[in-house]
């Protein structure tokens, strides 16, 4: 899974420190600004404000988006933040900053994490893109800065750009496709095509016990349904949900009998006219947090809802 150097190239940035940061990523805005490139900036509102505070008059230029929020969840972060991005400007090179692992970030969030960094290299392929990832050095662990070796076909740090040898990203999507930890304690219901209306009750019923209320509910059901008809369609006709609370987090889990073979399902955005299922992609864009279990025979995907939102 090489990149070619003249169309898509995706560097992590290993950085230590405000000063190094602001300097990487500030020159990398002003470098595409200056080549007439469209630039884009998704990263953790502290550093966001870091970013835009040097560029001064610049940061007018450029796309300003809030990863905490935009990327709350990293299985929506390619559909609705890059692709959205490099959407916008057909035929024209686009360079992005996308920072979705900070010191934050969850034990439960980082697979997720290092699963989308490796999709980022399949999703662009070929495309006329430059995405730099930061990674701070200083902050993360070990493990996290491994992981990056492995998901970036290109290093970046003070000293200046090198190729990755440990890049395998392939590793990395298989690492993240493993069977999932029990729940401690959990209500379930099997359904079919006669009573998946029971499977959106029991998942509402159980969010509203943790005092999940309004639009959230909505989501909630919008993402039980969508979860269900996939089943229903391509699950072999039923399924069983499962619905616990992990530490204020709402679980909803759909298991069924499906495979899904596509890499990119549920993270390529999908125009609104056209025909085709859109179900996993609306459960990334309205969940916390997705994660997905596949094999042949068998497909888990649980999706998080926190019961209080910053």
Do not use: K
Not at 145 to 158: I, S, Y
Not at 215 to 233: C, Q, Y
């Amino acid at each position: 899974m090489v990149m070619p150097a003249e169309t898509f190239h995706h560097p992590a940035l290993f950085y230590r420190g405000d000063r190094e940061y602001v300097a990487a990523t500030t020159s990398f805005v002003r470098d595409g600004l200056a080549a007439g490139e469209p630039v884009a900036v998704a990263v953790p509102s502290d550093r966001l404000r870091l970013i835009s505070s040097a560029l001064g008059a610049q940061a007018g230029l450029v796309r300003l988006l809030d990863m905490r929020e935009a990327g709350r969840n990293p299985g929506r972060i390619i559909p609705a933040v890059l692709r959205d991005f490099a959407d916008r400007h057909p035929g024209r090179r686009v360079r992005i900053i996308g920072e979705p692992i900070w010191p934050g970030r969850t034990a439960l969030e980082r697979p997720a994490c290092a699963q989308h960094e490796a999709l980022i290299n399949v999703a662009f392929a070929g495309r006329e893109v430059t995405i730099l990832c930061p990674y701070d050095a200083a902050r993360l662990a070990p493990e996290v800065l491994d992981e990056a070796a492995r998901t970036h076909p290109v290093l970046r740090d003070h000293a200046g750009e090198r190729p990755s040898g440990e890049y395998a990203p392939e590793l990395v999507l298989d690492a993240c496709n493993r069977p999932f930890d029990e729940p401690g304690s959990c209500v379930s219901l099997p359904f079919d095509r006669t009573d998946l209306s029971a499977a959106r009750a029991l998942a509402v019923r159980e969010a509203a016990r943790l005092g999940i209320d309004g639009d959230r509910l909505d989501d909630i059901r919008l993402a039980v349904t969508e979860l269900g008809a996939n089943s229903l369609d391509h699950g072999g006709g039923s399924g069983t949900i499962r619905v616990w609370d992990d530490d204020g987090l709402l679980v909803c889990e759909v298991a069924d009998r499906g495979h899904i073979t596509d890499p990119l399902a549920g993270r390529r955005p999908v125009d609104a006219h056209s025909p085709g299922s859109r179900g996993l992609l609306i459960v990334n864009l309205v969940s916390d947090l997705v994660r997905v279990h596949t094999a042949p025979g068998t497909t888990v995907v649980r999706a998080y809802f926190a019961s209080h939102r910053p």
